[in-house]
């Protein structure tokens, strides 16, 4: 009978959806909350020679200080003081200052470790590479970048024009833990209110198209008399 045929494919239907809301709220809890986070901390495998090609600049130095502006917001800008011992790539200065970043990219190494850094110029600034912008002289990796940033020179002295030369004012920009909660729960309240919603109206779908079938059925499969037959 059709109606058999049509109620089967409500029942399919409203099971494929259940499933795909399902996926949604799997989704939202694993992406929105954290789609900064996410974001800034995706990074795809690259060689030394990728990572010194896509940085402005590569030097080896080490870490003095470490400057966090900011508490409520996270992901967040740090900023790195470097003392810079020697320049493979561009120019800095002896004092340098790097942007990083407090959850996403390498973390902030010892203290008067020596150390390669990978940074890229914006704006007058230098910017920590997220994925790779930091590693070890000693390791292969860490000697690799250094031969493929080039031949090293010692640190600029004139620091007017230098990237890096003069500390950045950072004002904690970021997405704050109240904001991502915030999004977390409309999106779980858009989730849930509008799949009760499609339950609801496919359920009103289902009771009328029954109450349709059965009465078109009293009406045809009986006889004059009112004598049920198949």
Same mark, same amino acid.
């Not at 020697?86 to 190494?109: E, H, L, N, S, W």
């Not at 010892?110 to 150390?115: A, V």
């Not at 289902?206 to 059965?214: E, F, I, P, Q, V």
């Given at each position: 009978?059709?109606?058999?045929?049509?109620?089967?494919?409500?029942?399919?239907? /409203? @099971?494929?959806?259940?499933?795909?809301?399902?996926?949604? *709220?799997?989704?939202?809890?694993?992406?929105?909350?954290?789609?900064?986070?996410?974001?800034?901390? @995706?990074?795809?495998?690259?060689?030394?020679?990728?990572?010194?090609?896509?940085?402005?600049?590569?030097?080896?130095? +080490?870490? +003095?200080?470490?400057?966090?502006?900011?508490? @409520?917001?996270?992901?967040?800008?740090?900023?790195?003081?470097?003392?810079?011992?020697?320049?493979?790539?561009?120019?800095?200065?002896?004092? #340098?200052?790097?942007? =990083?970043?407090?959850?996403?990219?390498?973390?902030?190494?010892?203290?008067?470790?020596?150390?390669?850094?990978?940074?890229?110029?914006?704006? $007058? /600034?230098?910017?920590?590479?997220?994925?790779?912008?930091?590693?070890?002289?000693? /390791?292969? +990796?860490?000697?690799?970048?250094?031969?493929?940033?080039?031949?090293? @020179?010692?640190? *600029?002295?004139?620091?007017?024009?230098?990237? *890096?030369?003069?500390?950045?004012?950072?004002?904690?920009? $970021?997405?704050?833990?109240?904001?991502?909660?915030?999004?977390?729960?409309?999106?779980?309240?858009?989730?849930?209110?509008?799949?009760? =919603?499609?339950?609801?109206?496919?359920?009103?779908? #289902?009771?009328?198209?029954?109450?349709?079938?059965?009465?078109?059925?009293?009406?045809?499969?009986?006889?004059?008399?009112?004598?049920?037959?198949?």
């Amino acid at each position: 009978m059709w109606w058999v045929v049509a109620r089967r494919t409500l029942q399919r239907m /409203r @099971s494929q959806v259940a499933r795909l809301l399902a996926v949604l *709220g799997l989704l939202l809890g694993a992406v929105v909350v954290p789609a900064s986070v996410a974001a800034a901390c @995706s990074c795809g495998p690259a060689t030394p020679e990728v990572v010194a090609a896509r940085n402005g600049v590569v030097v080896t130095g +080490t870490l +003095t200080d470490v400057d966090d502006p900011g508490g @409520s917001s996270s992901p967040h800008d740090v900023v790195w003081a470097l003392h810079v011992a020697q320049v493979f790539k561009g120019r800095a200065a002896t004092t #340098t200052y790097v942007i =990083a970043q407090d959850m996403c990219g390498p973390a902030a190494p010892e203290p008067g470790r020596l150390q390669v850094f990978a940074a890229s110029a914006r704006e $007058g /600034r230098l910017v920590l590479d997220t994925c790779q912008g930091l590693d070890d002289p000693t /390791r292969d +990796t860490g000697r690799a970048l250094i031969a493929a940033a080039g031949t090293a @020179s010692p640190p *600029g002295t004139d620091t007017a024009d230098l990237a *890096g030369s003069v500390a950045p004012d950072l004002d904690g920009g $970021g997405m704050s833990l109240t904001t991502m909660l915030v999004i977390a729960l409309v999106g779980l309240l858009v989730v849930t209110f509008g799949g009760l =919603a499609l339950a609801v109206g496919l359920g009103l779908l #289902t009771r009328r198209r029954r109450a349709r079938t059965d009465g078109s059925d009293d009406a045809t499969q009986r006889d004059s008399n009112g004598t049920p037959f198949k």
